[in-house]
């Protein structure tokens, strides 16, 4: 064994293979650390650049890609010498068959190793550059290194080269390994997609490369974990290594014993096997000669030649088993994408509709299609030299472009067969959902044009590049390196289309289609085809005939086959190409600005840099707006014209007035009487006016304007998709001038902001801040009256906060005039499109959802949903403040809702198409519906002030609400699953956090602390203080501040209102959910049950502890004294539908303090499981532990 | 009538593959023999348009074959030394797809044309069986049969018969002596009875050059008179090398025939010899110290 395993390492040392793979792994490794360009595995934006979590998660991922290496390595020390013929030498030394099979394989599996390892090397190398920003550099630990060497890089060799090489011996075929190769990424790519926290403890086991292991034990780490910690190499990251070793170990051993030296016996029989078409049949007759048939012209015969080649090629490739195999492949990845988007939000799933899965498959596949172009472009090429019948066909008359054409089909077929398999599995998978509404039209649309047509384009690249490479694995490798080059490019600040192969993206929507994105498409796929058909020119002429010359005889005879009637095509073809990039240049950077990713940032940074000076100017209020607005849907342009009385609400006399201005604007005039412009920045869009008569308190000042939204022609990429065809959704800040200086406008990234030479941002000024309490977070003082008219195509209708006071028609032109009765805040939608529209009454209030009418779906759940909320917010908080309420759809480009006085824009990928066939599911619609119509109590009747904290007032009130009226139309177990996915949601959340995390007092705008923690800290309370309590403490907190003149509530004003309703024993509770950043650990380690007299007796010892983190995640042990919830359960009874626990045969808060408690109760019956905390009420990041089975 | 000029050709590795090679080749079959490593392939690829030389010229009547390689191809039917298939595939299958490629058609007549040849090569059992699994004499009737689509005016046969059992070869020869005496057929061989079975006129080549070139009957005549023989033991073998002209040696029931060339026996002991072409063969390597122990 040990002298086989000698050859072998000496035959690694010295093949180019061993040196070339650990020179790619090395370089893949470095870049990963050292460039920022290049993504692999993802150093988080928030973490530092070596991090524990980078260096491990860069492991993990070239260890998957290695898996391909690997098979290279094993694979080819197994099959090399069955393939050199070279077997029966060694076989015939006598030597063992064990021995034989070890020492090959531990000399692959030692230099696989050592190849994939050289990432290691490369990481570490990385992370040394000088040009690394310091501040991301944290102190070296060789921790994350000796993990990813023992528990990544060594096990995953393992286990790979063992299956692989198993496979390999037993079907000495290289080929039945890389097809096991390409199983285990399927395998690993529906892990992925797989996301249910229910399965994932069980799925993970199944991952070969313990990569999903490692995703579920550091899910909830914060950004101190991810810095510097390493997981315990126990649970399921142990279990699945042990798994897979094991496995791994067991097929070594029982390939071992069925490998025999003596050849044929165990490979061959797995061969696909075709049906012949049986041999008889009478020979023609006897003549001793046959028919003098010449080679003949003519465009039939070119037609003849190029079918026959394509056919042949074709055959080949369906005659493969790779083809099956990457069909196979590219359904799994899709249908994983598929079940991750269908189960949306909360686990309840969205209709499939057409539109969606379309969104699914533009993420998803490319990658599938990218291998099977490397792959068949290498394949197809070079497929006459390896079977050796390219001297016979080389030497046969037909033009050389038929080859290429024929080759180039046959790409075009397999990737047509993919996109046809995807196209019938997504529908498969729409019906299996029960949705039939099948639009196959918009199928061929999307996926064979928009998304398909760079596939079939870059086939021709690849064909291309395998015609000019030397051989098949150099073309492989030009073309991955091309391809990924191109990819590179756009992160390097090349992000123009007119260089990058490709064309602008464009998505889909069921309300606006492919839009204004159409034109630009079409422009770039008809100037990267012409470059397309000149690439098959380029290939016609140096597609190598018979031994392939030096690049002087290629280029010889590529101008001998560039004969007049090509060089005129090609002519032809090269002239419309320039036409077409010249037209696309004038549309993308002569009509519009061409700007990059870096030149929007900059435009960013220097409007802080200019501007941030003049922040804190005092400025007046709007107390007066008066709205025109004309839109031209088709043109996407925007006429706004209008005026703003601006009050000078301070205490001190304004001189100067400032404006910010969204930069797509082009100004046609601002009026503002008695005052000189000084500056007028129309690049940033800002604009200085010095009074010259300052505004004095109590005064005001009228400022009108006449502005254009012009979106001629066509832009490179970042095209608006606020301003549409059907659908538009734009707010008052992209159609007027804004008074002062827009903070909304600063960087938030603090890489982003260093590159800049920006200081730490500041998402929000500091709680308390008194030169802030006069300032609510809309940033101004008061509310204003309002009125708008707003024109649109006569086939659409138009809607704006307030009610409708007129509507007429002017030529092909629909107009709609709103007023508002009552002040609002000055924050106002526009919406327009060809909307079917359903009404329903609440009371006196009008209830009306705009929706595009294929999406009449949820349109009653979301009356339904608003009756129940306009129910329960108007007995428990105060009146509702309008006549009407609506909801309006607007297209799925982004998916949120947002409320504005009586309007609510809805996006149409999260509630229309919402599928809440099955009851037993969390219903989202009612929840999304709530919660925004909650924001006309919290944000719109009362607001905090601009500051930290602001949004516990506006979001965490309105969850709360949405949380209550949910918990009344469903019952309380589906909150406990509701509260479930909050809690995932924050615990993830948490270590995607860019600065720091706050407690919800002080939040800054943070989503998963406002929102998630949120709905957890409130429903904690309410279980707490009771809802009648904590509705009290928020009716009079609205009876103080609701419509009430500054200074603005804060954060610290809610949690006083809180306290007053608390006992003594509850302040610490309400300290920890609101004002600190608390998580609890609480198991229980034992239970028992004795019966006795009256029932039985349980005893049960539950373990807690409490910790309390700093903002990057840091936890220190707190003492824990608290009443927690006791639960003690019964056996499920049969009607218990999944995870909920039935009815509590006792459920009691119990005092529970840090370390081990023990408790003892008597319940009535049979007990089935016990536990502390059972509906996880608190924060805990281990909550399966909390119950115990008996 | 082929003729080739001056042809030149050095690899990049250095080796002199075709040096100055000039040869007129009339129709019918010409044979072209030479050991291993002689030029042969390299020549007859050259002729086949899949080589481009360094320098000279290859004419087939007016066809330029170097300058229109496409009007050549149009009329050549070449069978390359080594060939294979497409993977799992059938000669009816692959010979329709060959004649395609060469312009045959239309689709019916073109089937016809792979039927007969099929017939006449003797494979129309074999016409569904893949490739893959041919015996080397039907691997090789399967390329005389590619080879003949197209009638060809120009016919290019690299070593055919390399590792074909007596039968099969006898069979092959057949086959090519049936092709017409209309064209020109080029027969590169080392087995010095294809070429005297078949060929009305040959050339031998060695180290990239036309060594000789003749009828065999006029090649054989010069031998004449000037060959002679013995029988010694084995052990004698290395002291007659070393001393005399000895163009090959042959082992007879244990003892070795040895051949000389002389214009006068060397030795008493000689007897005369009748010459056949394959002492020719050795004869003109020895003379152009290529000689081997044979």
Not at chain 1, 565 to 571: K, P
């Amino acid at each position: 064994m040990w002298q086989i395993f000698s050859f072998e390492c000496r035959y690694q040392l010295r093949s180019p293979l061993f040196l070339a793979v650990a020179a790619v792994f090395f370089l893949l490794g470095f870049l990963a650390t050292a460039s920022e360009s290049v993504q692999v595995g993802g150093v988080g934006d928030n973490l530092n650049l070596n991090a524990a979590d980078a260096i491990v998660r860069i492991q993990y991922t070239l260890s998957v890609i290695g898996m391909f290496a690997a098979v290279a390595f094993v694979a080819g020390a197994i099959t090399r010498d069955f393939e050199l013929r070279t077997a029966e030498i060694f076989f015939a030394t006598g030597m063992g068959e064990r021995d034989y099979l070890f020492g090959r394989f531990l000399g692959g599996w030692l230099f696989a190793t050592l190849a994939i390892g050289a990432g290691l090397i490369g990481t570490l190398t990385g992370t040394l550059m000088p040009w690394l920003d310091p501040e991301r550099i944290g102190p070296f630990e060789a921790a994350p290194y000796a993990y990813s060497v023992f528990a990544v890089v060594v096990p995953n060799a393992f286990v790979v080269c063992a299956l692989f090489f198993s496979v390999a011996a037993l079907t000495r075929s290289m080929m039945a390994a890389y097809v096991a190769a390409l199983g285990f990424m399927v395998v690993g790519v529906v892990l992925m997609a797989a996301t249910d926290p229910e399965q994932l403890e069980w799925l993970v086991l199944t991952d070969p490369f313990g990569t999903s292991a490692y995703e579920l034990v550091t899910r909830y780490w914060t950004v101190y974990d991810r810095n510097f910690r390493i997981p315990e190499f126990s649970g399921s990251l142990l279990l699945n290594r042990l798994i897979w070793g094991g496995a791994a170990l067991l097929v070594l051993v029982l390939t071992a014993s069925r490998f025999r030296f003596a050849p044929g016996r165990t490979s061959r029989s797995s061969r696909l096997r075709w049906p012949r078409r049986p041999a008889p049949g009478a020979a023609p007759t006897s003549s001793s000669t046959w028919p003098v048939l010449t080679p003949a012209d003519g465009w039939r015969v070119q037609a003849a030649r190029l079918w026959s080649q394509l056919r042949m090629d074709v055959r080949g490739v369906v005659r493969s088993v790779p083809f099956y195999v990457l069909l196979a492949f590219g359904m799994f990845n899709v249908l994983g994408g598929f079940f991750g988007a269908i189960s949306q939000a909360f686990g309840t799933p969205v209709l499939p509709v057409t539109g969606m899965m379309i969104r699914v498959m533009e993420g998803s596949f490319m990658f599938v299609v990218l291998i099977i172009i490397i792959y068949y472009s290498g394949e197809l090429v070079h497929r006459e030299r390896q079977h050796r019948v390219a001297d016979i066909v080389d030497a046969a008359p037909h033009p050389s472009g038929i080859t290429v054409l024929a080759k180039v089909g046959a790409l075009w077929f397999v990737i047509s067969a993919l996109l046809l398999v995807v196209m019938a599995t997504s529908m498969a998978v729409q019906a299996f959902n029960g949705y039939f509404e099948f639009e196959p039209g918009l199928y061929l649309v999307s996926l064979f044009g928009v998304i398909g047509f760079w596939f079939y384009l870059l086939a021709i690249l690849a064909v291309l590049v395998q015609v000019v490479a030397p051989g098949k694995f150099a073309g492989m490798l030009g073309f991955l390196l091309l391809v990924l080059g191109l990819q590179t490019l756009p992160s390097l600040g090349f992000e123009h289309n007119l260089y990058l192969f490709s064309g602008p993206n464009a998505p889909y929507s069921a309300m606006n289609g492919y839009g204004h994105f159409v034109e630009p498409l079409l422009n770039f796929s008809a100037y990267w085809l012409c470059f397309s058909v000149l690439l098959l020119i380029a290939a016609h002429l140096l597609f190598p005939r018979g031994a392939v010359g030096g690049w002087r005889d290629r280029l010889a005879t590529a101008r001998s086959r560039f004969v007049p009637g090509l060089r005129a095509a090609t002519g032809a073809v090269t002239v419309v190409f320039a036409l077409l990039g010249a037209w696309i240049y004038y549309n993308t950077n002569v009509v519009n600005e061409y700007r990059t990713e870096d030149d929007l940032e900059r435009t960013r940074a220097d409007y802080e840099k200019n501007y941030k000076a003049f922040a804190r100017l005092p400025l007046p209020d709007v107390s007066d707006l008066d709205l025109h607005i004309e839109l031209y849907p088709a043109q996407r342009r925007l006429e706004s014209r209008g005026s703003a009385l601006l009050e000078n609400t301070r205490e001190v006399p304004i001189d100067e007035l400032h404006f910010s201005l969204a930069p797509h604007l082009t100004v046609n005039a601002i009026d503002l009487p008695g005052a000189t412009r000084v500056a007028a920045d129309e690049r940033l869009g800002y604009y200085r006016y010095r009074l010259d008569e300052p505004l004095a308190p109590g005064t005001s000042r009228t400022l009108s304007w006449d502005l254009t939204w012009a979106n001629a022609g066509f832009v490179n990429g970042g095209s608006s998709t606020r301003l549409v065809g059907n659908g538009t959704f734009v707010d008052n800040s992209e159609v007027m001038p804004l008074p002062g200086y827009d903070y909304g406008r600063e960087l938030t990234d603090n890489n982003v902001r260093r590159d800049y030479e920006l200081g730490p941002v500041e998402r929000l000024p500091k709680l308390g801040d008194p030169s802030w309490l006069d300032v609510s977070q809309f940033l101004v003082s008061g509310r204003s009256d309002f009125r708008a008219t707003v024109g649109t195509a006569a086939d659409q209708i138009a809607v704006a906060p307030g009610y409708l006071q007129r509507e007429w028609t002017e030529g092909d032109r629909r107009y709609f005039e709103y007023a508002m009765d009552a002040p609002i805040w000055p924050f106002v939608s526009f919406s327009s499109a060809r909307y079917a529209v359903a009404r329903d009454r609440w009371n006196d209030v009008a209830l009306e959802v705009y929706y595009h009418p294929a999406h009449r779906y949820n349109v009653d759940a979301m009356l339904h949903a608003s009756r129940r909320s306009l129910d329960y917010f108007t007995m428990e908080f105060s009146p509702y403040q309008y006549r009407q309420f609506r909801i309006l759809e607007f297209p799925g480009y982004q998916s949120f809702a947002q409320s504005f006085p009586n309007t609510i824009p809805y996006s149409e990928a999260i509630g229309f198409i919402a599928d809440l066939r099955d009851p037993e599911n969390i219903d989202y619609v009612f929840y999304v519906t709530a919660h925004e119509l909650a924001h006309q109590w919290w944000g719109h009747q009362v607001a905090g002030a601009n500051m930290q904290g602001a949004t516990l007032i506006v979001e965490t009130l309105a969850q709360y609400s949405a949380l209550m009226v949910q918990e009344r139309e469903f019952g309380p177990h589906k909150m406990r699953r509701f509260l479930k996915y909050e809690l995932d949601n924050y615990l993830r959340s948490r270590g995607g956090e860019l600065i720091e995390e706050l407690p919800l007092v002080k939040v800054e705008s943070q989503g998963y602390v406002h929102y998630r923690k949120g709905s957890l800290a409130m429903y904690a309370l309410k279980d707490y203080l009771g809802e009648a309590a904590v509705n009290r403490a928020l009716r009079g907190f609205l009876e103080r501040y609701a419509f009430a003149p500054p200074p603005f509530p804060t954060s610290l004003d809610l949690i006083a209102a809180f306290r007053a309703e608390a006992t003594p024993e509850q302040q610490q509770m309400i300290t920890d959910l609101f004002e600190k950043i608390v998580l609890f650990d609480l198991k229980t380690t034992a239970v028992s049950a004795q019966p006795v007299a009256d029932g039985f007796e349980v005893t049960l010892t539950v373990e807690a502890r409490k910790v309390e983190a700093d903002g990057a995640g840091q936890e220190t042990e707190v003492p824990l004294d608290y009443l927690l919830d006791v639960g003690i359960f019964p056996a499920a009874g049969a009607d218990a539908t999944g995870t909920d626990l039935p009815e509590p045969l006792l459920l009691e808060k119990h005092r529970i303090v840090s370390g081990e408690n023990v408790l003892t109760f008597t319940v009535p019956d049979r007990p089935a499981q016990a536990g502390i905390d059972p509906y996880v009420k608190m924060i805990d990041r281990n909550p399966d532990d909390n119950l115990l089975r008996l | 009538m082929l003729t080739v000029s001056g042809l030149s050709k050095t690899y990049a590795n250095g080796v002199r593959a075709l040096d100055d090679v000039s040869l007129e080749v009339p129709r019918g079959m010409f044979g072209l023999l030479g050991p291993n490593g002689a030029g042969k392939s390299s020549l007859m690829r050259t002729i086949a348009t899949l080589q481009a030389p360094d320098a000279g010229s290859i004419h087939l009547d007016d066809i330029d074959a170097l300058g229109d390689t496409d009007r050549l191809r149009r009329t050549l039917g070449y069978l390359p030394q080594e060939f294979g298939a497409y993977p799992r595939t059938s000669p009816l299958v692959m010979l329709d797809h060959i004649a395609a490629l060469k312009g045959i058609g239309p689709r019916a007549a073109r089937r016809d044309l792979v039927e007969k040849l099929l017939a006449q090569t003797n494979l129309w059992d074999a016409r569904n069986k893949n490739i893959d699994t041919f015996s080397g004499g039907m691997r090789q009737r399967f390329g005389i049969a590619q080879a003949l689509i197209g009638d060809p005016k120009l016919i290019i046969v690299d070593e055919p018969t390399a590792g074909l059992d007596p039968a099969e070869r006898r069979r092959f020869h057949n086959l090519l002596a049936r092709i017409g005496e209309e064209v020109v057929v080029i027969l590169s061989t080392h087995i010095v009875e294809d070429v005297a079975d078949l060929c009305p006129r040959m050339a031998i080549m060695g180290n990239g050059r036309i060594l000789i070139a003749g009828s065999p009957d006029e090649l054989t005549r010069r031998l004449e008179g000037r060959l002679w023989r013995k029988v010694i033991e084995l052990a004698e073998a290395a002291e007659w090398r070393a001393s005399m002209p000895v163009v090959s040696t042959r082992l007879m029931a244990g003892r070795l025939e040895v051949r000389l060339v002389a214009e006068l026996p060397p030795r008493d002991d000689l007897e005369p010899a009748a010459p056949s072409l394959e002492d020719v063969y050795f004869a003109t390597l020895l003379e152009h110290g290529l000689g081997s122990d044979v």
